[in-house]
């Protein structure tokens, strides 16, 4: 290597670098003004001409104000409810319609799997109103379960075990049923570990959309003590209504936990997609 | 076993062959007699393969239990009645009147419909590069194989995993007419004067695109990345050999490679555009002057806040038509260039 394309590597990796770092400050940016608005103290303007990002000095009497202004830890405890029943409730019931689909023969098989995939052009929007309609019929209007049974089907979860189930070589499912498993066996000893990956996208995507979950929960609560944690801030948004610095702070107590997971589980991300897009 | 021929139903060929001294004959009769597909295969092997993947016939609607009566209860069930209210009037309270195709007709003379419409025609048309060609280049830059690079792509993702409520009261801060935008558009002395962008008729749209697709940016890169590391690395390598610059490789390898790939993010952003809703609702609730009101929003609208669920339904109707049509249409597109 010439001492010319050397340099000439160093120089496309610093701009390389520095393009990357534009797009983080685009990124991440306005986050950072958030926690900044958060921070500042109530001497200190939350808008200024620059702007100032510096809180001097930080205090935390918005996050106070926030966790005690509106019931804060409950909209918390919600969220982690929704998540706790639904996520786990989620996965089960598309492990479990993916299975046969995907590994087992019976009539109208393949009608079955296009009905289910059929539902994903059925949009939310259109759904709103008789779904609202259907869960009030049901009784279940203005409770948890009203809010989470209609999210525990979704056509991505189960095609994409389906995908992955079918991917399961036939080898170690005749082993198993050598070894004296029944269908259940196999479905739990071989074809469950098996879709760990998928599983675990599945899981994280869920975790993520249900606790930034809005629309539905607006539409059939009305008890705000049920609220999950987005509508929370919401509602926090409409009481403290100027209080800018006491929204930032809520919404910051919310970005937490989720980001935290996300951070923590996204390692797993990429190698469940790779195995997604490729069936 | 040569049965796992990359089909993505698997043919589950019977087990009974040479290697399997003795299928379990008791079980045979057993087996309940299946109205399938009889006398392709010889007997035995039919019935071996009943034990193996041919379980009861009750069995696999007992997996799909759970998943069946979520289907009935939750989709089938209200996508009929979101048919029938399309043409009835429903307040919610007094009993539907049928009022045949008067919803539709209203439609026609309505100006917020129009507007509407318009609208989210504009909203797709703003997203699609922002969500199909921006994160594609977005995912090339972060294939590469640098120090740190993990960070940037965990940046860049951030704005995925927070719900819209939480992306709307952060940007009230960077576009408020005292914001950081106002002040940069102002220092850079492209405006006099600072604007307050979510209230202006002009911005309201434009500003709600951006954010949009900032915040759906990360997941669509994620999809091209999968896409970008099953490229074997030595396409890339012959091409440089044969002098290919970083726009040749990219114009004539990554983005006819990623095609397919393609048509998963144009597809997802296209439904998500056309029914954007949230964004409206925590932002700017249809205003100013019914600027950034589009058919998701005036769905709810009509149906959550005036109370006539009958004509939202027949609005919702519309919307779902106009998704399958586009929907086809993208699909022929990008079919038609794999």
């Avoid at chain 2, 492209?190 to 307050?196: K, L, W």
Wanted: glycine share 6%.
């Amino acid at each position: 290597m010439t001492v010319g394309t050397r340099r000439r590597r160093a120089s496309t990796l610093t701009g390389n670098y520095l393009l990357l770092l534009v797009l983080a400050v685009i990124f991440v940016g306005p986050f950072i003004v958030l926690v900044a608005s958060s921070l500042k103290p109530a001497t200190q303007d939350v808008f200024s001409f620059p702007p100032d990002l510096i809180p001097r000095p930080p205090v935390l009497d918005w996050f106070i104000r926030a966790w005690t202004v509106i019931d804060f830890p409950r909209y918390l405890l919600n969220s982690v409810i929704y998540v706790g029943v639904m996520v786990p409730a989620y996965l089960a019931v598309s492990a479990l319609t993916a299975y046969p689909l995907a590994r087992m023969r019976f009539r109208f098989r393949t009608v079955i799997f296009f009905l289910f995939l059929s539902t994903m052009f059925l949009p939310g929007e259109l759904m709103l109103i008789p779904r609202f309609l259907v869960v009030s019929e049901l009784g279940l209007a203005d409770t948890y379960a009203g809010v989470m049974l209609p999210g525990l089907l979704s056509a991505i979860g189960i095609f994409l075990l389906r995908q992955t189930f079918a991917g399961v070589p036939q080898e170690l499912d005749d082993a198993a049923r050598i070894d004296g498993c029944k269908e259940w066996g196999v479905f739990w000893h071989v074809m469950l570990p098996a879709a760990k990956p998928a599983l675990a996208v599945l899981a994280i995507f869920g975790f993520i959309s249900v606790w930034n979950s809005f629309i539905w929960p607006l539409v059939v609560l009305k008890d705000t003590s049920k609220y999950p944690i987005a509508l929370g801030i919401s509602y926090l948004t409409g009481v403290t209504g100027t209080d800018v610095r006491s929204v930032a702070a809520g919404t910051v107590i919310s970005l937490i936990p989720v980001l935290i997971f996300f951070i923590v589980m996204q390692r797993h991300i990429l190698e469940g997609m790779k195995g997604a897009v490729k069936g | 076993m040569p049965q796992q021929s990359g089909s993505d139903v698997p043919e589950l060929a019977p087990v009974a062959d040479q290697t399997t001294p003795h299928p379990p004959r008791q079980r045979i009769r057993t087996g309940p007699p299946r109205g399938g597909s009889p006398g392709v295969r010889s007997p035995r092997a039919s019935r071996w393969r009943a034990q193996t993947n041919h379980p009861a016939v009750w069995t696999p609607w007992l997996y799909m239990l759970p998943g069946l009566v979520l289907f009935a209860v939750f989709f089938v069930w209200p996508a009929v009645q979101a048919l029938q209210l399309a043409f009835y009037e429903y307040d919610g309270i007094s009993a539907p009147v049928t009022v045949g195709l008067d919803n539709f007709d209203r439609m026609l003379d309505d100006p917020r419909f129009h507007e509407a419409f318009v609208n989210s025609f504009l909203f797709l048309f703003g997203m699609m590069p922002l969500a199909v060609a921006v994160p594609l280049l977005l995912a090339v830059l972060v294939n590469q194989k640098i120090p740190g690079i993990q960070a940037f792509r965990l940046a860049i993702v951030m704005p995925v995993v927070v719900s819209m409520v939480a992306v709307a009261v952060t940007w009230k801060y960077v576009l408020d007419a005292q914001g950081v935008l106002s002040w940069l558009v102002t220092s850079l002395g492209i405006s006099d004067e600072p604007t307050a962008w979510l209230l202006s008729s002009d911005w309201a749209l434009p500003c709600l695109i951006v954010i949009e697709g900032w915040k759906s940016m990360g997941i669509y890169m994620m999809i091209y990345l999968a896409g970008l590391q099953a490229i074997p690395v030595d396409l890339y390598e012959a091409a440089q050999i044969d002098g290919a610059g970083i726009w040749h490789r990219l114009t004539k390898i990554t983005v006819p490679l990623m095609i397919p790939y393609v048509a998963v993010t144009s597809t997802m952003a296209m439904l998500d555009a056309m029914q954007v809703f949230t964004s409206v609702y925590v932002m700017t609730r249809g205003g100013p002057q019914d600027s950034t009101m589009t058919l998701g929003y005036y769905v709810w609208s009509k149906a959550f806040e005036d109370y006539e669920f009958g004509y939202a339904s027949a609005i919702a109707l519309v919307l779902w038509a106009v998704m399958i049509i586009l929907a086809v249409v993208n699909y022929q597109l990008t079919k038609e260039r794999r």
